[in-house]
């Protein structure tokens, strides 16, 4: 079912609020109890939600990986041109345990997670390329891109929803992913780079209400569904996208080749001086002729092809295409009376043509429409 959103009162107040203030720090002094550090710790990374973005994660993380040597400083220096996606909602946590923020303990292991794989990127032999990034590193790049933009939708949600501005029967009209997808015209392989990001995101929250409360504590497990719940709507919206195959495969287009193109690799003899003179008909005409004289002034062999049918004739190459095998005829003329059989292929037409070469004895030859450089066009007919 289709999600329209409504517009929240109050999310650009919210939103203003949460980014205000420098970088937060952690209060030694304020935090007497349990509940005061949770506090701080909450507000912190609602600061952080607003704030950060994947490069300076990776900028944080990078700082404190070299600085607590995680990372020597040449693993730190080549890893300042890795994907920043990498470090997403890790950077942050290393940057609040640098400013004074109890969670080393629960933090840690996303922290080793981060370091383990960015050596495992690093050991990776890099391929050079000259022309600059692939098509699927760019459609990887908008993947990520657009993820980005639906995770800062969520943080606007989780700002409403903790603010108690958002209840829970206007969720499903907050975020409309099918809406999204249509006006950022997301394609199906676009949609499929996004789903990682995404499932990346809500698997912080599934671990939240299974058994990493941490900084979580101030939420009830009802609010930690409503936001599990969203990312799984985004999910199933973008999913079914990926799954959506194109229904119609575009056909290619060719250009339509003209005479000339068609006749341009043709040899044939433009002229001879030889039985009183004569000049080829130009090949063009071929083109859709459904029968055509030709004759061989070396060999003094004769032709009349006929077409297949009403199409005519085409060429390919060096060779008439669509010729009749069994109604063309080859036939070697006498010195004595190529003259004569010339000067009626030029003046008659294809009934005085055949019945001058029916008289002729030879022993018919083999016809199979390809051209040489001896052969003269004496006429075509349509």
């Not at 203030?21 to 209060?27: E, K």
């Not at 952080?48 to 995680?70: C, G, I, P, Q």
């Not at 043509?353 to 004496?378: E, Q, W, Y």
Request: glycine share 4%; hydrophobic share 35%; net charge positive.
């Amino acid at each position: 079912m289709t999600r329209s959103r409504s517009s929240s009162k109050g999310v650009s107040n919210q939103i203003q609020k949460q980014m205000s203030g420098t970088m937060p720090v952690f209060d030694s002094k304020k935090a007497t109890d349990e509940i005061e550090i949770d506090i701080q710790i909450g507000n912190a990374l609602n600061w952080y939600n607003m704030m950060a973005s994947d490069k300076k994660e990776r900028k944080w993380f990078l700082t404190y990986a070299e600085k607590n040597k995680l990372l020597t400083k040449g693993e730190v220096d080549r890893a300042k041109t890795m994907d920043p996606t990498i470090f997403s909602r890790v950077g942050r946590y290393t940057e609040m345990i640098s400013n004074g923020f109890p969670i080393e303990e629960w933090a840690q292991k996303y922290i080793d997670a981060c370091v383990a794989k960015v050596k495992k990127n690093l050991s990776k032999k890099k391929t050079v390329t000259k022309s600059g990034p692939s098509i699927q590193d760019r459609m990887d790049d908008k993947g990520i891109e657009k993820a980005s933009e639906i995770i800062q939708k969520v943080d606007e949600f989780y700002c409403e929803m903790t603010s108690g501005k958002l209840k829970k029967k206007d969720d499903a009209a907050f975020f409309d992913i099918e809406s999204f997808l249509n006006v950022n015209e997301i394609k199906p392989a676009i949609s499929a780079r996004m789903v990682p990001h995404i499932e990346q995101s809500r698997e912080e929250w599934n671990n939240a209400l299974a058994d990493d409360r941490s900084f979580y504590d101030h939420m009830s497990d009802s609010e930690i569904k409503r936001m599990i719940r969203i990312y799984d709507w985004i999910l199933e919206g973008l999913n079914i996208r990926a799954a959506t195959k194109r229904t119609t495969k575009r056909t290619r287009k060719r250009k339509e080749k003209t005479p000339a193109d068609l006749v341009k690799r043709i040899k044939y003899l433009e002229k001879t001086d030889l039985y009183g003179g004569h000049v080829s008909v130009a090949p063009e005409n071929l083109i859709g002729a459904t029968k055509v004289c030709l004759f061989n002034a070396k060999t003094r062999q004769m032709y009349l092809l006929e077409s297949q049918d009403k199409r005519g004739f085409t060429v390919k190459g060096t060779t008439i295409q669509n010729v009749n095998i069994d109604k063309s005829v080859c036939k070697c003329i006498r010195e004595t009376q190529v003259n004569d059989l010339l000067q009626i292929a030029k003046t008659q037409g294809i009934q005085g043509l055949k019945t001058a070469f029916n008289k002729i004895t030879s022993k018919p030859g083999i016809v199979n429409g390809r051209m040489n450089a001896n052969m003269i066009i004496m006429k075509v007919y349509k």
